[in-house]
Structures are given as C-alpha cells and as structure tokens.
C-alpha cells in the first residue's frame, strides 16, 4: 500500500462515494477520470473555469478516445464539481456522447463447441461453460462460489450483478456436469474458480486472455471476447424460439429493448421470415400489363 497522503479534496470525493455506496469499480473509475482531468489542466481541478471542461472534452473527441470512455469522465466530473465542490453551474458544457449501437458478434454453435474444447483445462472449460451456458457476464462468472451452485432447483444464484441486482440463472444438466468434474479435481473451498491466490477469485483479465487463447487454438477468425459467449447464449435461444421477455430475465437485462437487439443477428428467425415479395401473384405472360 503507497504511503503516500490523499489530498483533502481526493479524500471528500472518496468519501462523497462511499455514502452513496458506489462499488469499488465506480470509485477507482471516477478518480481515474478526475486524475486524467487534472493532468490535462495542469493545475489543482478545483481551479478549473467551464471553458476548461469543454476544452478537455474537445481534446478527448480529437484524440480519438471512444464513446464509452468520454461518457465515464463526463460522469465522473459531473459528480466531482456538483456533489463534491458544490459547483454544478461548472458541468453546463459537458456533453454525453452518442454511442453507435453495433450488432453483436455471435459464435455459430460449432464454434462454440470448437472453443469450449480448446480451453486450458477443466477449470476453464467449466468456466467458458457457465459463460455460455448462463448467459453470465464475465464479472458474474468470477464471483461465483461454491455455494451459488442449487442443483436441487437447477439454479445459479448471482449474486451483485449489474445494477448490484441479485437474480437466478439457468443451471443446465450438462453445465453441472462439467462444474462437478471440476470440483472433484479441485475441491474449491470458497470461490468457485479460484486466481493464483486460493483465497481469491480468478480475475476478469485472467478470464478475458483465456477467452482470447482458447479463440486461438480453436483457430476462430471473429472477434471473440468474454461477452461474445453471453451474446451467443441469448442468440441463441432467440433462434430455439425461446420467448425473449424470458431471455431477458435470464440475462438480468433491465429493458426489453437491450434484449430484442438479437433479434438482428438470429439468423434462424431472420431467414423463417416470409418476404412480402413471395407472396405477390406472380406476373404470367397473361396478365402482364402492356408495354
């Protein structure tokens, strides 16, 4: 731990988090955002006038730096100067930015199969499995204990998902299976899929480089990412016929909307789709129209 000291204004801003009971990622997030800030300023962020924020903005659009991360650090200073400093004429520049919606990249199921199988032993196939099989994101997937296995109920208890919404998960037949293997070998006191350290859970990057690996060895061309199993799960089920207010629960999705975007790349529902060109009376040399 750096021993050295936090600045009054970093410790009110840690402790304006804490009572609003932000998790520790939303913290480290913020403070991140407020440090980048900071250094593009070049003096103490409490000094900053308006126009400085719209200039950091600028600079941020310029540099090329993605939707998702502009939308954090106008968040975090948005937080910072109206809760913290008490200075919320100061964020009247700031601006969220428009993310483009992209269709998602889907595994077809041999691929999925070819994946599950090239991973680095049973630990990570049983992980990869609950990835795929549950529809779990990938920070669901490390935090899962040995106790959130229910195979009376055939459940998955998840426990803080997004939102720090508790909910049930799918427990497939053979996803137990394959989480039973893994336990005889292993014998997990706490966590399920335990990190370097017993103590600890497998991290989300320790996760995310055996996703990209097992895509390797498994010689997969698409762009694969822990989520890409998550969005082929939901996929398809889409394409079983599966009801998609019920695949929404599965995911934990709060709108309807997020899940229905899979709608656009079930390629089984898409091409049961009757054309309205297919169903036209074809034109007979006998009721053409004249030239």
């Given at each position: 731990?750096?021993?050295?000291p936090?600045?009054?204004?970093?410790?009110?801003?840690?402790?304006?988090?804490t009572?609003?009971?932000?998790?520790?990622?939303t913290?480290?997030?913020?403070?991140?955002?407020?440090?980048?800030?900071?250094a593009f300023?070049?003096?103490?962020?409490?000094?900053?006038?308006?126009?400085?924020l719209?200039?950091?903005?600028l600079?941020?659009?310029?540099a090329?730096?993605?939707?998702?991360?502009i939308?954090?650090?106008?968040?975090?200073?948005?937080?910072?100067?109206?809760v913290?400093l008490?200075r919320?004429?100061?964020?009247?520049?700031?601006?969220?930015?428009?993310?483009?919606?992209?269709?998602?990249v889907?595994?077809?199921?041999?691929?999925i199969?070819?994946?599950?199988?090239?991973?680095p032993?049973?630990?990570?196939?049983?992980?990869?499995?609950?990835a795929?099989?549950?529809?779990l994101?990938?920070?669901?997937?490390?935090?899962l204990?040995?106790s959130d296995?229910?195979?009376?109920?055939?459940?998955?208890?998840?426990?803080?998902?997004k939102?720090?919404?508790?909910?049930f998960a799918?427990?497939?037949?053979?996803l137990l299976?394959l989480?039973r293997?893994?336990?005889r070998?292993?014998?997990?006191?706490v966590?399920?899929?335990?990190?370097?350290?017993?103590?600890l859970?497998?991290t989300?990057?320790?996760?995310?480089?055996?996703?990209?690996a097992?895509?390797?060895r498994?010689?997969?061309?698409?762009?694969?990412?822990p989520?890409?199993?998550?969005?082929?799960?939901?996929?398809?089920?889409l394409?079983?016929?599966?009801d998609?207010?019920?695949?929404?629960?599965?995911?934990g999705?709060?709108r309807?909307d997020t899940?229905?975007?899979?709608?656009?790349?079930?390629?089984n529902?898409?091409?049961?789709?009757m054309?309205?060109l297919?169903?036209?009376?074809?034109l007979?040399?006998?009721?053409?129209p004249?030239?």
């Amino acid at each position: 731990m750096s021993d050295k000291p936090i600045s009054p204004l970093r410790r009110r801003m840690i402790e304006d988090m804490t009572v609003r009971n932000f998790v520790e990622k939303t913290r480290n997030d913020y403070l991140r955002h407020v440090r980048t800030f900071t250094a593009f300023l070049g003096r103490a962020p409490d000094t900053a006038a308006p126009e400085d924020l719209r200039l950091f903005q600028l600079h941020q659009t310029q540099a090329g730096v993605r939707a998702p991360s502009i939308n954090g650090s106008v968040a975090a200073l948005r937080f910072f100067f109206t809760v913290t400093l008490d200075r919320p004429e100061m964020t009247r520049h700031l601006t969220f930015v428009r993310e483009p919606r992209k269709i998602p990249v889907v595994l077809s199921l041999e691929e999925i199969a070819r994946l599950l199988e090239a991973a680095p032993g049973p630990k990570y196939k049983a992980a990869l499995s609950a990835a795929y099989g549950a529809g779990l994101r990938v920070s669901e997937v490390v935090a899962l204990k040995v106790s959130d296995i229910d195979s009376e109920r055939m459940l998955l208890r998840i426990e803080q998902g997004k939102g720090r919404k508790d909910r049930f998960a799918m427990l497939s037949p053979r996803l137990l299976e394959l989480l039973r293997d893994w336990y005889r070998i292993a014998r997990p006191a706490v966590w399920l899929f335990p990190g370097r350290d017993p103590l600890l859970p497998l991290t989300t990057r320790q996760f995310n480089r055996t996703v990209h690996a097992a895509a390797d060895r498994a010689a997969i061309k698409k762009r694969v990412t822990p989520h890409t199993l998550r969005h082929s799960f939901a996929t398809h089920l889409l394409e079983e016929k599966t009801d998609v207010r019920l695949i929404q629960v599965l995911l934990g999705h709060a709108r309807i909307d997020t899940t229905a975007l899979y709608a656009q790349v079930a390629t089984n529902v898409i091409r049961a789709v009757m054309s309205p060109l297919d169903r036209l009376t074809p034109l007979t040399s006998e009721n053409k129209p004249p030239a």
